[in-house]
Structure formats: structure tokens, C-alpha cells
């Protein structure tokens, strides 16, 4: 059984970082595509970021040039490095895993086969 574990979470003061991680059992990450989404209060989730089996990666607008996901298939662990955070990006973090799918439903929620059971960031003004 395939499972998800994000970490990393917190609470920062706009302009900060965080660092999230997805620590996977169960399967290989590198036959997998990964994405990042979010979910804040009262709102869909939504993705953030998708990293492909072959490297290509994706980004929503609302976070390119601040975030950056990277994955090391070594140690079947995922990430997404955000800097100069903003309270608008306060929401519930998870990460995805999916084993079939290409860019266009990258930030497809129902895509996505495998859930991890999220990480909250909180950014303050």
C-alpha cells in the first residue's frame, strides 16, 4: 500500500520560507508523477506544483518564481521549497502521487490515486 507523509509545516511572517517534505512507502517515486496542492478554509484544493517521472516540472501562476519542487527518487522523498511567502498562501499542504496522466490534468485533483494526510502552513502579515 502506497503511502504519503508530508512534514515541514509551520507558521512564518510573510517574505519567510518553509521547506515541505513527502516521505513515500509502499512504491518507487521515480514511476510516479508528485504534485503539491492546497486547500485553504472554505475554498477547493487546488494545485501548486507537479513534477513529472522525467523531471519536467509545473507551476501554478500564483507561485511561479517563488516555489520550487524537486524530488529525490534515492530516498523516495518529495519536496517544494517556498520563499517569500504570503498569507494568501496560508492553506493545508498535501502532497499527490499518481502513476498515469500528462501536463494538462497535472492539477487534476481527481487524477491523483494516492493522498498524503497534509502539512498547514500559516503566514502572517
Known amino acids: 500500500q502506497v503511502l504519503l507523509v508530508e512534514s515541514g509545516g509551520g507558521s512564518v511572517q510573510a517574505g519567510g520560507s518553509l521547506r515541505l517534505s513527502c516521505a513515500g512507502n509502499?512504491?518507487?517515486?521515480?514511476?510516479?508523477?508528485m504534485g503539491w496542492f492546497r486547500q485553504a478554509p472554505g475554498k477547493q484544493r487546488e494545485g501548486v506544483a507537479a513534477i513529472f517521472r522525467e523531471g519536467g516540472v509545473r507551476y501554478a501562476d500564483s507561485v511561479k518564481g517563488r516555489f520550487t519542487i524537486s524530488k529525490d527518487n534515492a530516498e523516495n522523498t518529495l519536496y517544494l521549497e517556498m520563499n517569500s511567502l504570503k498569507p494568501g498562501d496560508t492553506a493545508m499542504y498535501y502532497c499527490a502521487a499518481r502513476e498515469t496522466g500528462g501536463w494538462s490534468s497535472s492539477f487534476s485533483v481527481p487524477s491523483y490515486n494516492y493522498w498524503g494526510q497534509g502539512t498547514q502552513v500559516t503566514v502572517s502579515s
Open positions: 509502499g512504491y518507487t517515486y521515480s514511476n510516479y508523477n
